[in-house]
């Protein structure tokens, strides 16, 4: 019950996800995990305690999907079958790729690494869209957390225009904690910042990863203070702030601008 409880603590972020995502029944998503169908998460009734139900739990944390516990009312609000037992798995748009799979590619292309670090950003548009920018500015991935995230749904996908072919996104337990690991394989990090070093001021070449944050709460203190620098965008209106993918695709393309050595 505690842990229930636990997963209760964290809001249901509201996401578009079509019918044919979902996999519905004990069996039917007991049989998807065990085949690696991808998934986003895994819906599961309060209360539910039998054998294949903790079959689902037990496999679903061996490969780190995000179990949401739920009243028997929202499972039967989101059924498109009237038949769904307790529990409802997502299965992903896509196939999620690895930060390694990154690392590669920018070695197979001959390219110091450019990856786009996305913290809080909830809004599957916003998401969609920056995976597209991110393709555009030739960024060899994305790298998303597992929680209080958008993820991979159909939505995303058909936002992103198609650069899910071709860019790899990566989901992350704790994205403070990654950005360590890469630092120590010579990235730096830069992140969107208001209050920051204004970005024409500061030198954006070489392995560098792209920290965004959400519109309204920008990027958190655990994820800032591993950055090592903030970055300004100039901004010259009677409001303050940019929306996430536009201010994603002006950093990169400044970093774009600045990779290409042009004034």
Same mark, same amino acid.
């Given at each position: 019950? %505690?842990e229930?409880? %636990? ?5 249901? !972020? /509201?996401? +578009? =996800?079509?019918? /044919? ?23 599961i009734? $309060?209360?539910?305690q039998d054998?294949?139900?903790q ?8 490969r780190?999907i995000?179990?949401?516990?739920? +009243?028997?009312?929202r499972?039967d609000?989101?059924t498109a +079958? ?5 529990v409802?798995?997502?299965? *992903?748009? =896509?196939?999620?790729?690895t930060? /390694?799979?990154?690392?590669?590619? *920018? /070695? ?26 991110a393709?555009? @500015?030739?960024a ?6 597992? %929680?209080?995230?958008?993820h ?8 992103s *225009?198609?650069?899910l #072919? =071709?860019?790899p996104v990566?989901?992350? +337990?704790?994205? *403070?904690?990654?950005?360590?690991? &890469?630092?120590?394989?010579? &990235?730096?990090?830069?992140?969107? $910042?208001?209050?920051g070093?204004?970005?024409y001021d500061l ?12 519109e309204?709460e ?8 591993? @950055?090592d620098?903030?970055?300004? !965008?100039?901004?010259?209106? #009677? ?5 996430a993918?536009?201010?994603a695709?002006?950093?990169g =393309? ?5 990779? &290409?050595?042009?004034?």
């Amino acid at each position: 019950m %505690n842990e229930q409880k %636990n997963q209760r603590k964290e809001p249901l !972020i /509201e996401e +578009t =996800y079509t019918e /044919e995502s979902f996999i519905e029944g004990r069996n039917a998503v007991i049989e998807a995990l065990r085949a690696g169908r991808a998934m986003e998460k895994i819906y599961i009734q $309060d209360g539910l305690q039998d054998g294949p139900v903790q079959t689902i739990k037990r496999e679903a944390r061996k490969r780190e999907i995000v179990i949401k516990f739920v +009243t028997k009312q929202r499972l039967d609000q989101m059924t498109a +079958t009237g038949r769904h037992q307790g529990v409802i798995a997502v299965g *992903a748009a =896509y196939e999620y790729g690895t930060v /390694e799979d990154m690392l590669r590619l *920018a /070695e197979d292309k001959g390219e110091a690494p450019f990856l786009f670090l996305l913290d809080n950003i909830e809004d599957p548009h916003n998401l969609g869209a920056i995976i597209r920018t991110a393709n555009l @500015c030739g960024a060899h991935g994305v790298i998303i957390p597992k %929680n209080r995230a958008a993820h991979l749904t159909a939505v995303v996908a058909r936002v992103s *225009a198609g650069a899910l #072919n =071709y860019t790899p996104v990566a989901r992350v +337990t704790n994205l *403070a904690r990654t950005i360590e690991e &890469l630092k120590e394989k010579g &990235l730096w990090f830069v992140c969107a $910042d208001m209050d920051g070093t204004l970005m024409y001021d500061l030198k954006l070449t070489g392995p560098m990863g792209l920290v965004i944050g959400s519109e309204g709460e920008g990027v958190g203190r655990l994820v800032k203070e591993k @950055c090592d620098m903030t970055a300004a !965008i100039p901004m010259k209106g #009677n409001i303050d702030s940019l929306n996430a993918s536009v201010a994603a695709g002006v950093l990169g =393309y400044e970093i774009v601008r600045q990779r &290409l050595g042009r004034p």
